[in-house]
């Protein structure tokens, strides 16, 4: 199947510094790319979905500020946590589909950000 | 918007038994209906989908079913193995979101 590569895989960073986590489309272009928040034993909570060359949509109580979604190409897309807290620290996942609102889902491997 | 709930949350058996989890969505225009296998640390994969004009699919030891009149849909693992042990997430998607039920925590006991 389609891969989706996540980096980093860990990332353990200060209270108040930035973090971005790259979500990449290895063999396939992905038309849109969804960013999505787990926390301990918790289901998968969608954070915004993004679409190649257009702003990101967000997801109600989500803070568009604080989680900037860029989507330039179309096998990237990044997630900057901004000014990262301990309350943000959570498995941060990307899934991608070629096949706009239809197409198989493939996800990454997962991102834990641990903000200390 | 979409709700999925999921049952149950755990689920213990022994090798070789069936096991089995419902999920119910509440979005009647939502079509594609996919299960994912997440095992600790790491991101879900899709094990098996079923979409909407679709009553049941099976590949080897899993099958789902899908009763769209009522809104839910089964997960059904026969012949279970220890390395079934996992959270499975349900998940349903009508325009472009895919929403993902509460988790079911597997455990396949030797």
């Known amino acids: 199947g389609a891969v989706v590569s996540q980096h980093p895989s860990r990332v353990i960073c200060k209270s108040g510094t930035s973090v971005k986590i790259e979500c990449r489309s290895l063999?396939?272009?992905?038309?849109?790319m969804f960013w999505y928040r787990q926390f301990p034993k918790q289901s998968l909570m969608l954070m915004a979905t993004?679409?190649?060359?257009?702003?990101?949509?967000?997801e109600q109580g989500v803070e568009k500020d604080k989680f900037l979604i860029n989507h330039a190409s179309l096998t990237l897309s990044t997630l900057t946590v901004a000014s990262a807290h301990p309350e943000d620290s959570s498995f941060y996942i990307c899934?991608?589909?070629?096949?706009?609102?239809?197409?198989?889902?493939?996800f990454g491997e997962g991102s834990r950000l641990t903000v200390l | 918007g979409e709700n999925v709930e999921q049952h149950p949350s755990t689920l213990s058996v022994q090798e070789g038994d069936s096991a089995v989890i419902k999920c119910t969505y509440s979005?009647?225009?939502?079509?594609?209906f996919p299960w994912y296998k997440q095992e600790l640390g790491k991101g879900p994969q899709l094990i098996i989908d079923?979409?909407?004009?679709?009553g049941e699919k099976k590949d080897q030891r899993i099958a789902v079913t899908l009763n769209k009149t009522a809104k839910h849909f089964s997960l059904h693992i026969t012949e279970t193995q220890p390395e079934d042990s996992a959270v499975y997430f349900c998940?349903?998607?009508?325009?472009?979101?895919?929403?993902f039920g509460t988790g079911t925590r597997l455990l396949v006991s030797p």
């Open positions: 979005d009647s225009a939502s079509n594609y």
């Open positions: 998940a349903a998607r009508g325009f472009q979101k895919l929403v």
């Open positions: 993004s679409n190649e060359g257009s702003k990101a949509t967000y």
């Open positions: 899934s991608a589909t070629s096949g706009g609102s239809t197409g198989e889902l493939f």
């Open positions: 079923i979409r909407s004009n679709v």
């Open positions: 063999d396939f272009q992905a038309t849109t």
